[in-house]
């Protein structure tokens, strides 16, 4: 078991950057991988990055790559978010989740999820 919580949500206009954090609770967190998912309104949930459980390996949708940096810090328990050149399709709920299986940019979400933070881009 997980429980994750996220935080750095915000209003940013477009070309703008924020840093997501996720912070895990338990002593398994290095024993997942790890990633970020978001839900814009209307639409279907959807995969936006993961990290293997070293922090060696990451993985992006292509709607990201190249903008966005996912990465992690297992002595703190905290996996992040680095979202950069912001555009308003980027608005959403970011999630974070543990325990996500895949490759490539084909990933499926695992069991435990944060409550999510809203991230608004204006344009």
């Known amino acids: 078991q997980v429980q994750l919580v996220e935080s750095g949500g915000g209003l940013v206009q477009a070309g703008g950057s924020l840093r997501l954090s996720c912070a895990a609770s338990?002593?398994?967190?290095?024993?997942?991988?790890m990633g970020w998912f978001r839900q814009a309104p209307g639409k279907e949930r959807e995969f936006v990055a993961a990290i293997n459980r070293s922090g060696g390996i990451t993985y992006y949708a292509d709607s990201v790559k190249g903008r966005f940096t996912i990465s992690r810090d297992n002595a703190k328990n905290t996996v992040y978010l680095q979202m950069n050149s912001l555009k308003p399709e980027d608005t959403a709920v970011y999630y974070c989740n543990a325990d996500l299986y895949g490759s490539g940019s084909s990933w499926y979400s695992g069991d435990f999820w944060g409550q999510g933070t809203q991230v608004t881009v204006s344009s």
């Open positions: 338990g002593r398994t967190f290095s024993s997942y991988f």
